[in-house]
């Protein structure tokens, strides 16, 4: 029973970090000026996401951090 308790949450933590670092790659790739934020010029080729700034950008200051992209990406419907 240990085993598999142990198997569980090592596989539960590898899961969540795999989910973070996809989210990390996928917010540095689109952060063309590398300066930690997505702006409108850096969403103009993603209109799917630039089409919902407006909820997603949560200080309403046209830029999306990465705590607003990884919101955004874990609670979108």
């Not at 970090?17 to 997505?38: E, I, P, T, Y």
Request: net charge neutral; charged share 25%.
């Amino acid at each position: 029973m240990r085993i598999f308790w142990l198997a569980s949450c090592t596989l539960i933590t590898i899961s969540f970090n795999s989910l973070a670092l996809d989210v990390k790659q996928r917010f540095d790739h689109l952060d063309k000026d590398k300066n930690g934020f997505l702006s409108l010029e850096e969403l103009s080729s993603q209109p799917h996401l630039k089409k919902h700034i407006a909820q997603w950008d949560e200080n309403k200051d046209q830029q999306i951090s990465l705590l607003e992209f990884k919101h955004y990406l874990t609670n979108k419907s």
